[in-house]
């Protein structure tokens, strides 16, 4: 995945829990649009701003799973709660932010925050050997990013997320948690 990641500041200084899961944050937001883009790219089609909306919703989901995931058992808990938190928080205004431009006012925080929870749940259910998911983790992302393409043509869209799409954005994720955490890669 050709994402050029942000994970340097421009301030010194010690940089709070809250500081990186703001940088995890926009980089988690830029890798699920790069990823509609290049399947829109081999020729998904959508119905409109609001699919398309969905199917990055759910990328995110699934990358703070993974994010997650990283963390367990090299953060504290407290300090994971923080984290989590802050990447929710941080997703969640990125959401309202864009959704904003697109649809005009409206409460758009809450519709990010639901997927967080709902799919946290869902992926509890998934093994993730090694900090990456397994065959069942990835079928399910296929299977929700096909239910939010309901009514286009999205025959193949389990098989490029499967075998394209998540692939790539979980090396990238592990990638950008690395670096910006210290977070050991298994």
């Known amino acids: ?5 942000r994970t340097q500041w421009h301030t010194r200084g010690p940089k709070s829990i809250e500081d990186r899961a703001g940088v995890i944050g926009f980089n988690i937001w830029k890798i699920a649009n790069e990823a ?20 990055v919703m759910e990328m995110v989901a699934f990358l703070v799973q993974i994010a997650d995931r990283m963390v367990y058992g ?14 929710g928080g941080h ?10 431009d697109l649809f005009g006012p409206g409460e758009y925080r809450k ?10 749940a869902d992926y509890a259910e998934f093994d993730f050997p090694g900090g990456t998911p397994s065959y069942a983790a990835l079928r399910y992302l296929g299977d929700k990013m ?41």
């Open 36 to 55: 509609w883009k290049r399947m829109e790219k081999e020729g998904f089609r959508v119905g409109g701003d609001q699919q398309v909306i969905t199917l």
């Open 111 to 120: 519709s990010l925050i639901d997927t967080l929870n709902a799919r946290g």
């Open 1 to 5: 995945m050709a994402i050029r990641m």
């Open 146 to 186: 096909a239910e939010a393409m309901a009514g286009t043509d999205s025959k193949w869209v389990i098989e490029q997320v499967i075998e394209i799409e998540a692939p790539e954005a979980v090396k990238t994720i592990r990638r950008l948690v690395h670096e910006v955490l210290g977070i050991k890669l298994d």
């Open 74 to 87: 090299q953060m504290d808990e407290a300090e994971r709660a923080r984290f989590i938190n802050a990447l």
């Open 91 to 100: 997703l969640a205004a990125t959401v309202e932010n864009n959704m904003f």
